[in-house]
């Protein structure tokens, strides 16, 4: 199946990629395969954003203010729900639907990916969708499970946890550790590793894997054997340090030319993060399970983040990535230039999608046991 892109494109990616020093963190930089612009937006993502911000000079900004009320989790669910993928993947990939019981009784469901020939003694990716916690499913990362899967005859799973605000926390986060838990007793049976079960999640999905992260040590277990971050959300309580704090206009690369679309479009999504409190229906936010960065363990297993250059969300994670380093936690930080938030749900339409599940993929290889 077609890409939408030319596949030199992810080699270009590769081979121009370097590493260098932000804030106190070694990272790789992925600069923008066919743009050498600085602070520029990848010609590919711009294309979206602009008609994005042309929509929102005629929309009243309360339009993109998160808060509880059905109405805006209505509308905001069909923003974040959007299947924005395209198929790439050739071979049958195939799909089983199943379901790990709650404590509640209730049957959450998961879904296994699988190749017709998957290596033996597979390491496992257990994927937990991002959306804010109150959006999102298999369907956006469907693709890029798949991807996985075709490149490493690995197995993936993903789980559709239950969405806030119907379910308040901490229903959504102990849905994704009973999946973990469920995976960690039967994945031998597919023919899976159960000491090589890497947590990965984008977004929300990067809280909800440092989660399951965290209650996999409270509880003295080895079931997470590595946990991938993309972009993920790690300081919701919105603690400032050194680390944390950032501005716009000096701390972010932004190409003059493009400001009036990129500039909006980080601001839009820093709003909608404080509005997360109300959406989980909870004020204790300063946790190291809703935020992670306020208490990080020596004990965390190896790490991988991977976040854009014009994603508010950059910040908190080299400060997360910077605690994690100081601990001696083996972690790798990739930062894509010319990307915002969620390029993971674009595979088939951005290069940075298809490189970034390579080397989620070399990472699994690399650090599975």
């Given at each position: 199946m077609p890409r939408e892109y030319d596949v030199s494109l992810v080699k270009q990616i590769k081979e121009k990629q370097y590493k260098e020093i932000r804030r106190d963190v070694e990272i790789i930089v992925k600069p923008i395969p066919d743009c050498d612009i600085d602070g520029a937006m990848d010609p590919r993502v711009y294309k979206g954003a602009k008609k994005m911000s042309m929509i929102m000079k005629f929309m009243p900004k309360s339009m993109f203010q998160m808060d509880a009320s059905p109405k805006s989790i209505k509308r905001l669910r069909k923003m974040f729900n959007s299947v924005d993928s395209t198929p790439m993947v050739e071979e049958k990939i195939e799909e089983h639907s199943f379901t790990a019981k709650a404590a509640d009784g209730f049957d959450i469901p998961m879904t296994r990916?699988?190749?017709q020939?998957?290596?033996e003694n597979a390491p496992v990716?257990?994927?937990i969708h991002g959306g804010g916690f109150f959006a999102?499913?298999?369907d956006v990362v469907r693709e890029a499970l798949k991807l996985f899967v075709s490149q490493t005859n690995m197995i993936a799973v993903s789980i559709d946890y239950r969405l806030a605000p119907e379910n308040p926390?901490?229903?959504?986060?102990?849905?994704?550790?009973?999946?973990?838990?469920?995976?960690?007793d039967h994945v031998a049976e597919w023919g899976g590793d159960p000491r090589s079960i890497f947590v990965a999640g984008d977004s929300a999905g990067g809280n909800l894997t440092s989660y399951c992260s965290n209650r996999n040590i409270e509880e003295n277990r080895d079931d997470v054997c590595g946990q991938i971050l993309l972009y993920p959300t790690l300081n919701m309580g919105g603690v400032?340090?050194?680390?944390t704090t950032f501005d716009i206009d000096q701390d972010i690369a932004i190409y003059d030319k493009q400001k009036s679309v990129i500039k909006p479009g980080i601001e839009m999504m820093a709003g909608m993060s404080s509005g997360l409190s109300e959406v989980l229906g909870t004020k204790d936010i300063l946790t190291k399970y809703l935020s992670p960065y306020v208490s990080v363990s020596e004990k965390m297993p190896v790490t991988m983040i991977t976040s854009g250059e014009h994603d508010f969300l950059t910040f908190e994670s080299l400060a997360y990535a910077k605690k994690l380093v100081d601990l001696g936690v083996d972690t790798t930080f990739t930062l894509y230039k010319g990307m915002g938030h969620a390029y993971i749900d674009h595979v088939g339409n951005f290069?940075?999608?298809?490189?970034c599940m390579e080397d989620i993929s070399a990472f699994v290889q690399k650090n599975r046991r």
């Amino acid at each position: 199946m077609p890409r939408e892109y030319d596949v030199s494109l992810v080699k270009q990616i590769k081979e121009k990629q370097y590493k260098e020093i932000r804030r106190d963190v070694e990272i790789i930089v992925k600069p923008i395969p066919d743009c050498d612009i600085d602070g520029a937006m990848d010609p590919r993502v711009y294309k979206g954003a602009k008609k994005m911000s042309m929509i929102m000079k005629f929309m009243p900004k309360s339009m993109f203010q998160m808060d509880a009320s059905p109405k805006s989790i209505k509308r905001l669910r069909k923003m974040f729900n959007s299947v924005d993928s395209t198929p790439m993947v050739e071979e049958k990939i195939e799909e089983h639907s199943f379901t790990a019981k709650a404590a509640d009784g209730f049957d959450i469901p998961m879904t296994r990916f699988m190749s017709q020939k998957p290596v033996e003694n597979a390491p496992v990716l257990y994927f937990i969708h991002g959306g804010g916690f109150f959006a999102g499913s298999t369907d956006v990362v469907r693709e890029a499970l798949k991807l996985f899967v075709s490149q490493t005859n690995m197995i993936a799973v993903s789980i559709d946890y239950r969405l806030a605000p119907e379910n308040p926390y901490p229903i959504g986060h102990n849905d994704c550790y009973t999946g973990l838990r469920f995976l960690a007793d039967h994945v031998a049976e597919w023919g899976g590793d159960p000491r090589s079960i890497f947590v990965a999640g984008d977004s929300a999905g990067g809280n909800l894997t440092s989660y399951c992260s965290n209650r996999n040590i409270e509880e003295n277990r080895d079931d997470v054997c590595g946990q991938i971050l993309l972009y993920p959300t790690l300081n919701m309580g919105g603690v400032k340090d050194p680390y944390t704090t950032f501005d716009i206009d000096q701390d972010i690369a932004i190409y003059d030319k493009q400001k009036s679309v990129i500039k909006p479009g980080i601001e839009m999504m820093a709003g909608m993060s404080s509005g997360l409190s109300e959406v989980l229906g909870t004020k204790d936010i300063l946790t190291k399970y809703l935020s992670p960065y306020v208490s990080v363990s020596e004990k965390m297993p190896v790490t991988m983040i991977t976040s854009g250059e014009h994603d508010f969300l950059t910040f908190e994670s080299l400060a997360y990535a910077k605690k994690l380093v100081d601990l001696g936690v083996d972690t790798t930080f990739t930062l894509y230039k010319g990307m915002g938030h969620a390029y993971i749900d674009h595979v088939g339409n951005f290069p940075q999608a298809e490189d970034c599940m390579e080397d989620i993929s070399a990472f699994v290889q690399k650090n599975r046991r």
